[in-house]
């Protein structure tokens, strides 16, 4: 289980998550930010400063958001471990 940054966060893009992360494990894609679940250690600092309630911890997301999990998988989908977001950048992805 991890945390997963739902579309509520599209063209939001707010930040206060990324500089509240201790791990650096928020990126930015195209229009929104992503969790990468392979980095994040699930402490819930993000969730709780994020203005737009974008974020969720996986199991507490309502049915019909749970699709955001395998969407925020299949971001990180074959990157695996990327060593923070600060040092490896923009995500290659349109969403």
């Known amino acids: 289980m ?3 940054i739902t579309q509520d966060c599209v ?6 998550c990324v500089r ?4 650096d494990c928020i990126y930015e894609g195209g229009r929104q930010l992503f969790i990468n679940p ?3 250690i699930d402490c819930g600092a993000c969730e709780v400063v994020c203005p737009h309630e974008a974020i969720a911890y996986e199991q507490d997301l309502p049915a019909e958001k ?3 999990v395998d969407r925020q998988s299949a971001v990180f ?6 060593g923070g977001a600060r040092k490896y950048g923009p995500l290659p992805t349109g969403s």
């Not at 063209?11 to 206060?16: F, L, N, T, V």
């Not at 509240?20 to 791990?23: G, K, Q």
């Open 2 to 4: 991890t945390y997963v």
């Open 38 to 40: 392979n980095e994040c």
């Open 11 to 16: 063209d939001q893009m707010d930040r206060s």
């Open 20 to 23: 509240e992360c201790p791990v």
């Open 66 to 68: 749970q699709s955001e």
């Open 77 to 82: 989908a074959g990157l695996g471990k990327l």
